[in-house]
């Protein structure tokens, strides 16, 4: 069982940049590929960055690509998002989520989540 929880959010004007932290509990973590999605208002939790377990494998949606990155350290069991030059269609609940083995952007595809963290841009 892992439990996941997300920290870093908050209200920033357009073109600052926030980190968001996801703090995972569980001795596996290690073995965990780990995703970043979001759900704006009125629209469909959608896929932002995911991470392969040992680091070596990104995948970004293409909205994001060149603004956000997303990092790990397994030694801190903890998955970061840091999201520079952000807009205001950024604005959005941002969860995390993991699951053992194989990095995927689907979300069906994750069996721990967290509570999300809001993040408000503003223009």
């Known amino acids: 069982q892992v439990q996941l929880i997300e920290s870093g959010g908050g209200l920033v004007q357009a073109g600052g940049s926030l980190r968001l932290s996801c703090a995972a509990s569980g001795r596996t973590f290690s073995n965990y590929a780990m995703g970043w999605f979001r759900q704006a208002p009125g629209k469909e939790r959608e896929f932002v960055a995911a991470i392969s377990w040992s680091d070596n494998t990104k995948y970004y949606t293409d909205a994001v690509k060149g603004r956000f990155a997303i990092s790990r350290d397994n030694a801190k069991n903890t998955v970061y998002l840091q999201m520079n030059s952000l807009k205001p269609e950024d604005t959005a609940v941002y969860y995390c989520?993991?699951?053992?083995?194989?990095?995927?952007?689907?979300?069906?595809?994750?069996?721990?989540w967290g509570q999300g963290t809001q993040v408000t841009v503003s223009s």
């Open positions: 989520a993991g699951r053992p083995g194989k990095l995927t952007v689907l979300q069906s595809m994750y069996d721990y």
